[in-house]
């Protein structure tokens, strides 16, 4: 099996692979949010909200900040570029495919449509 070293595309593939976290994402693209109300929001515990947000700051998608008692998440910086060029080549690459394979398909097709009834 052939394995790829890209441990930051690894690590945000696998942050986004949980609907939780993804809506996290959405959540504070509407602007920051402490854990807390994120906790509440998605109704889970606090511990719960936690690993999720620490798993997005290992991909670098979520920062975090705190201010006395209260640590504030905030979306990182990095963005996604690095993932949204890697799905848009291997996009192309299924469409080409996807594109020969209509080729061939249509004619077979009309290759039976020529054939004489028997």
Not at 33 to 59: C, N, P, W, Y
Not at 83 to 92: D, G
Request: charge should be negative; aromatic fraction near 6%.
């Amino acid at each position: 099996m052939v394995q790829y070293d890209c441990p930051p595309l690894d690590l945000s593939f696998a942050a986004l692979s949980d609907a939780t976290r993804r809506g996290i994402i959405d959540q504070l693209g509407q602007g920051d949010a402490s854990i807390t109300s994120l906790a509440d929001t998605f109704q889970m515990t606090l511990t719960g909200m936690k690993k999720h947000i620490q798993v997005l700051e290992r991909a670098g998608l979520v920062v975090t900040q705190k201010v006395g008692r209260v640590r504030t998440c905030k979306l990182g910086k990095r963005g996604l570029g690095a993932e949204a060029e890697w799905i848009e080549a291997h996009r192309k690459l299924f469409e080409t495919r996807f594109e020969a394979l209509d080729e061939i398909i249509s004619e077979l097709e009309k290759e039976g449509n020529d054939e004489p009834a028997s």
